[in-house]
């Protein structure tokens, strides 16, 4: 189980999204870095075009109970990004999706 807190400021967004960190599937984009914090750090965004306010925070709960499950010993640093398609996905294909990035399967 992976205890988390959220980023602080857009600093820490900048730095997270290169290209090496990210992994793009099924209109979602996951960001992964490993993190010398204690706790591990989650940003969650989907803009106001993409989706409605009722949408947005669903996917956000969704997201949200997908990092709590997993199963990793280091602390990372984890940005999702959304888009309406990435917004309808249920959630095991959101776990799927999210364990299968290269970061966490190096523990």
Do not use: W
Not at 1 to 30: A, P
Not at 41 to 52: F, V, Y
Not at 77 to 103: C, F, M, Q, W
Request: charged share 35%.
């Amino acid at each position: 189980m992976v205890n988390f807190t959220t980023f602080k400021n857009s600093k820490h967004f900048l730095d997270l999204k290169r290209e090496e960190n990210c992994l793009t599937e099924q209109g979602l984009r996951v960001y992964i870095k490993d993190s010398e914090k204690e706790l591990s750090r989650l940003g969650i965004s989907i803009p106001k075009s993409e989706a409605n306010a009722v949408k947005r925070n669903k996917f956000r709960r969704k997201i949200k109970e997908v990092v709590r499950g997993l199963e990793a010993k280091k602390s990372f640093d984890i940005y999702i990004v959304g888009t309406k398609k990435g917004s309808n996905l249920k959630y095991k294909e959101l776990n799927n999706i999210i364990a299968s990035h290269p970061r966490l399967k190096k523990n």
